[in-house]
């Protein structure tokens, strides 16, 4: 059995969950996340415990029960405490304000790169230097970080762009010219 998918998640107060076979809502202090699961996946509320079962041990179902179990755990614990992404802005003259709903961004283009906020997602701007992004589904948390990213990657010889605070970028030397 997986050992990912046996483990009991376990339910905060204050966090209503409830189960009509394959939908689940989890609604907290921070929220209300829905999702559908898979059919052959069994989810029960057991007082104040969810737990995951598989119906057999073909490699589609052991492959689901892990998956499920942390697909409902991250509701859990999206709608208690959320979750952050936090991006940083390096490059000369590379910057970021946050306008009403707006992020607008000077990255070394001719023009402002302008992302606007999408329902569920909160940007903050603590410095002009870095940008966090908060929301109650990590998926989309992550989702939106990495299109914010894409706006300018960071690049290899001089680290200029757009990085998660916890990504290393593999620096690369430049030409040598000749000897």
Known sequence: MSRIGRAPIPVPAGVEVKIDGVHISVKGPKGLLER??????????DGEVINVT?????KINRSLHGLTRTLVANMVEGVTSGFAKTLEINGVGYRAVKQGTQLVMN?????QVIVEEIPGITIDVPTANSVVI??????KVGQFAADVRKKRPPEPYLGKGIKYSNEVIRRKEGKTGSK
């Open 107 to 111: 990255l070394g283009y001719s023009h």
């Open 134 to 139: 908060n929301g109650i589904d990590k998926q």
């Open 54 to 58: 598989r119906p057999n041990d073909e």
């Open 36 to 45: 559908d699961l898979h059919p052959n996946i069994t989810v029960a509320l």
